[in-house]
């Protein structure tokens, strides 16, 4: 099929390494086509970028595969590159020879109209040939290098955490269930299901987090991140919850509460200013057609200094605000959305980070702090959505963590091997966790977590 002979779209329109009058061979599918006596018009595209390729076919009689080349038929098209005379386009393809590779029926849903976000959900196995979801899917494999980059060029290491699990890293429960028992015939002992007879001689989840695991990497090679799926069993179904979503999750060694802020912002910041410079095609068209706010709101969080603020601060600047809350604010109780923004947008006017969260309403393995009241847990908040980033330093003292544990009754047993890590060469240790989707929804000004996830998974919703 001629694959590593073909030029794809994108270095077509932007690059100028492609000289007029260049014989090329484009694979693409059909956007649109139109046909007359003495012409044809087709628009192709190949996925590689946001733009078209037209294709001109003159004597469209000498191409008898026009006749059953309708939208979005995949199709192999070569010719001459040469300048177009039409508005909006610098090049266009003179046809020499035209082939249709997989039909398409007039019954194809994508039209040259524009189509509800919702009704693309039903069919989002066509989705991603639409404009909108073709620059998210496009954005969303840029940034999944930003990435890596960003941490490999800092000398962390990529870290393959299991997607099965016994523990829960939160210590939250909703968690997914995996099991090879009959669901009608599970083995019993003593009233209980008798998990010694399942597929891992254990009770078996799918993981919330790799936060765990990464301790163990980073108390062993010093700096290291995960970059995976993780899986909430938690029957939400806002825009901003998926019960399978991917989540960052660097560890550092021998770091404190202050070197984690400081790299939860300068990742941020980065990201942020990759998707500007190195996705410039795909933002120029989300603040279009999605949020015409989305380039300020990423370069004012570039360009700011992140405020820190304590938790107790927080509560006391909340309280005493003449703004009107739907949740009241408390000492002890978490921040809503609305109180994040109202911070970041009112009164600081910039991304801020509140720390030193109270023990209760926080998880086991942050690091109690010496009131005893309060944790080394961060969020790092920014306008528009609130928090972002959740992190801490970690808790790497033996007795504290026993302590802590028995406080919130966690069963200490699954968790025999994370104390060790505390027994053998303890060492300080931080981290935090980006939820990817959440930032594409941020970068992009897309509304609705379904719509920067290729294939969503949500209450009563696995299709695909």
């Known amino acids: ?74 199709v192999r098209a070569e010719g001459r590159l040469v300048e177009s005379p039409a508005k909006g386009q610098k090049y266009e393809l003179e046809v020499t020879g035209l082939e249709l ?12 109209k524009r189509h509800s976000y919702e009704f693309l959900r039903e069919i989002a196995h066509l989705r991603p040939r639409t404009n909108t979801f073709g620059a998210v899917n496009r954005i969303r494999s840029k940034i999944a290098f930003a990435i890596h980059r960003f941490f490999q060029d800092r ?23 995996v099991t090879t028992f009959d669901l009608n015939k599970a083995p019993e002992k003593d009233g209980q299901i008798d998990f010694n007879g399942d597929f891992f001689a254990s009770e078996a989840f799918l993981t919330v987090s790799g936060q765990l695991e990464a301790e163990i990497a980073a108390l062993a090679l010093g700096d290291v991140y995960t970059f995976g799926p ?10 901003r919850h998926a019960s ?56 004012h969080v570039i360009s700011s200094d992140f405020e820190r603020l304590p938790y107790t601060e927080a509560v006391k600047i909340l309280t005493q605000s003449k703004q009107k809350f739907e949740f009241p604010v408390a000492w002890g109780a978490d921040l809503q959305s609305e109180h994040e923004r109202h911070l970041t947008e009112k009164v600081f006017e910039r991304p801020v980070i509140v720390y030193d969260y109270p023990k209760k309403i ?51 047993e699954p968790y025999r091997w994370y104390f060790d890590l505390r027994k053998y060469g303890t060492a300080p240790h931080a981290g935090f966790g980006l939820g990817f989707d959440r930032t594409l929804m941020y970068i992009t000004g897309m509304a609705n977590i379904r719509d920067v996830l290729p294939f969503p998974r949500v209450p009563r919703w696995a299709k695909f």
């Open 1 to 74: 099929m001629d694959y590593f002979k073909r030029t794809k779209i994108a270095r077509i329109l932007t690059e100028d390494a492609i000289a007029l009058n260049q014989h090329i061979l484009v694979l693409g599918w059909v956007r649109t086509i139109r046909t007359a006596k003495k012409v044809a018009f087709i628009e192709l595209n190949d996925g590689s970028c946001m733009g078209n390729l037209q294709a001109v076919v003159g004597q469209p009689d000498r191409f008898p595969a026009l006749e059953n080349i309708l939208t979005g038929a995949a």
């Open 101 to 112: 590779v997989g039909k398409s029926d007039q019954n194809y849903p994508l039209q040259k």
């Open 155 to 177: 000398g962390f290491y990529y870290i393959h955490t299991p997607v099965i699990t016994a523990s829960d890293a939160e210590g939250a429960g909703d968690m997914f269930r």
């Open 230 to 239: 993780t899986f909430r069993a938690e029957n939400s179904n806002t825009s």
């Open 244 to 299: 399978e979503f991917w989540m960052i999750e660097p560890e550092m060694a021998f770091c404190d509460l202050e070197g984690n802020m400081q790299v939860a912002t300068d990742f941020l910041k980065y990201l942020f200013n990759y998707a500007l410079e190195e996705c410039a095609d795909e933002m120029a068209f989300f603040g279009r057609w999605i949020d015409k706010t989305v380039r300020k709101t990423l370069e």
């Open 362 to 412: 926080k998880a086991f393995y942050m690091r109690v702090n010496d009131d005893g009241k309060t944790v080394r847990a961060m969020d790092v908040l920014v306008p528009k959505v609130g928090e972002i980033i959740g992190g801490s330093q970690r808790e790497e003292r033996y007795d504290v963590l026993k302590e802590h544990m028995e406080e919130k009754n966690i069963d200490l």
